[in-house]
């Protein structure tokens, strides 16, 4: 054996990966600082039996692939005298003095523990199921105690509802994709369904599955339908806070112009601010509902689509649909508000409101450039409100007027041209119903007119304002 005086530098390599073995509870134990321990430990004990030497610990997994001892005389590792530096170390580790216990456990060490997805923890501790504190930055925080806990233990599956275990339970949970399967008239009383999913519920950020979630339960005769998302609240963040604030702020105004929603949020306090931790929109669909609570779902996320990005248009600048626009006798607010931008958004040349004196049966009139090289020519009649068939003649009359006069009567272009129509759009800021649509074909008097007539109602203005403006 060399002599331990010759020795210059040991440096000794250990792999972190490896360090706690076989050992089944490594969720109860803080791993960064169980592993500096570990190393500071070593470099102790090596010191001790090798005072003369310098003595460098490294991670493996970290730093180095190989141990080095260099001596004096050769540069080379003595094996001899490896079999003693990782003797001292195998014993150091074997004493286990240097395993740290975590004091405490954030969501996700709990999930790898049980496997139960973090939205449903999350709400768990929400409604003070499991022992959790909650501290200011918002983190929900667990101590030892929690442990040992398992699933079924704290919220049952759907699909077991029956079995003896979890008759009292009132609450449990499955995958969105179970949701097919239950029938919406035979939904449990007084249970809570909280539902997750493997993937994102949606391809939104609202929708991620590690922190939305669906709850789902029966109050009466109506089935209550709730999508949360929940943010992770950590200090230094308040930037992307204040971004996901404005976001749901607008969230909650774009949802007020839809009656069947009701949109919550939950604040939390920090420091001397506050902002917003979650969003919560609650659906009420009938119990008698046919169909499955899949179905009620897949209709309130296409709800939600909508709404999200209507609030993303807001938030560009674009054109905000309100209920008022719906009204009768708003036109001119639903033209200025909503069809003048997005005409001229969608490309529109020489687009000019023209309602009132001399208008001709057209509020808009505008062009376009086609592939041939030519204008066409568009007149658009704007009504607020719906339409329906059931409409009486003294309602369609002035409407079959209006179409008339708007492709009779010419108008002056840019260049002080006469041109007529090509196209007559009517517009509504409602819908049409009854067959209103073909009620008013089939009173136009020409034929030749029927083919040139086109009609939009509220969706397919919307649809078109969220292709223009969603699309940049």
């Known amino acids: 054996m060399i002599h331990k005086a010759v020795i210059e530098k040991i440096q000794y390599v250990f792999q972190s990966s490896t360090l706690f073995g076989e050992t089944e509870d490594?969720?109860?134990?803080?791993?960064?600082?169980?592993?500096?321990?570990?190393?500071?430990?070593?470099?102790?004990?090596?010191?001790?039996?090798?005072?003369?030497?310098?003595?460098?610990?490294?991670?493996?997994?970290?730093?180095?692939?190989?141990?080095?001892?260099?001596?004096?005389?050769?540069?080379?590792?003595?094996?001899?005298?490896?079999?003693?530096?990782?003797?001292?170390?195998?014993?150091?580790?074997?004493?286990?003095?240097?395993?740290?216990?975590?004091?405490?456990?954030?969501?996700?060490?709990?999930?790898e523990k049980t496997q139960i997805p973090i939205p449903v923890l999350h709400w768990l501790c929400q409604e003070q199921r499991i022992p959790g504190t909650k501290y200011l930055d918002g983190d929900w925080k667990f101590s030892a105690e929690i442990f040992p806990i398992e699933a079924h233990r704290l919220v049952g599956i759907y699909s077991e509802l029956s079995d003896n275990n979890n008759q009292a339970m009132d609450f449990c949970m499955c995958d969105v994709e179970?949701?097919?399967?239950?029938?919406?008239?035979d939904f449990p009383i007084g249970v809570?369904?909280?539902?997750?999913?493997?993937?994102?519920?949606?391809?939104?950020?609202?929708?991620?599955?590690?922190?939305?979630?669906?709850?789902?339960?029966?109050?009466?005769?109506?089935?209550?339908?709730?999508?949360?998302?929940?943010?992770?609240r950590v200090p230094g963040s308040m930037k992307k806070q204040w971004a996901y604030d404005a976001y749901v702020q607008t969230l909650v105004s774009q949802a007020q112009q839809i009656q069947a929603l009701d949109i919550y949020c939950v604040r939390q306090k920090y420091r001397n601010d506050s902002y917003v931790e979650s969003v919560r929109f609650e659906f009420a669909y009938e119990y008698s509902t046919p169909g499955t609570v899949w179905f009620l779902i897949e209709k309130s996320r296409n709800i939600l689509m909508n709404l999200i990005q209507d609030t993303e248009i807001a938030l560009q600048g674009g054109p905000i649909w309100r209920i008022e626009y719906e009204r009768k006798g708003n036109e001119l607010t639903f033209c200025e508000k909503i069809l003048k931008p997005l005409l001229q958004k969608m490309g529109f040349e020489n687009v000019r409101y023209v309602h009132g004196q001399d208008e001709h049966g057209r509020d808009f009139i505008?062009?376009?450039?086609?592939?041939?090289?030519?204008?066409?020519?568009?007149?658009?009649?704007?009504?607020?409100?719906?339409?329906?068939?059931?409409?009486?003649?003294?309602?369609?009359?002035?409407?079959?007027?209006?179409?008339?006069?708007?492709?009779?009567?010419?108008?002056?272009?840019?260049?002080?041209?006469?041109?007529?129509?090509?196209?007559?759009?009517?517009?509504?800021?409602?819908?049409?119903?009854?067959?209103?649509?073909?009620?008013?074909?089939?009173?136009i008097p020409r034929r030749d007119w029927r083919g040139s007539v086109r009609f939009l109602d509220q969706d397919d203005i919307r649809d078109l304002i969220r292709k223009h403006w969603l699309s940049l």
């Open 26 to 111: 490594i969720y109860l134990y803080d791993e960064p600082a169980s592993i500096e321990k570990y190393a500071n430990l070593c470099r102790q004990r090596l010191e001790i039996v090798y005072p003369e030497s310098v003595v460098e610990v490294f991670d493996a997994d970290e730093d180095f692939t190989e141990l080095l001892l260099q001596t004096t005389i050769n540069d080379d590792p003595d094996s001899s005298e490896v079999d003693v530096v990782e003797s001292l170390c195998v014993q150091v580790r074997e004493k286990f003095e240097w395993q740290i216990l975590c004091s405490w456990f954030d969501l996700q060490k709990v999930f």
């Open 178 to 185: 179970e949701s097919r399967y239950i029938n919406v008239t």
């Open 192 to 232: 809570k369904v909280l539902i997750v999913s493997s993937l994102n519920f949606a391809p939104h950020p609202l929708f991620d599955k590690e922190h939305s979630r669906i709850v789902v339960y029966r109050a009466n005769n109506q089935i209550k339908l709730t999508f949360e998302h929940f943010v992770d």
């Open 366 to 443: 505008l062009a376009e450039q086609t592939k041939w090289g030519w204008s066409h020519y568009y007149g658009i009649q704007v009504k607020a409100g719906d339409i329906s068939g059931k409409a009486t003649k003294s309602d369609i009359s002035p409407m079959l007027n209006q179409i008339e006069m708007a492709f009779t009567m010419p108008y002056e272009d840019l260049n002080a041209e006469e041109v007529y129509i090509t196209s007559f759009v009517i517009i509504i800021s409602g819908r049409f119903t009854r067959g209103a649509k073909n009620q008013i074909l089939k009173r």
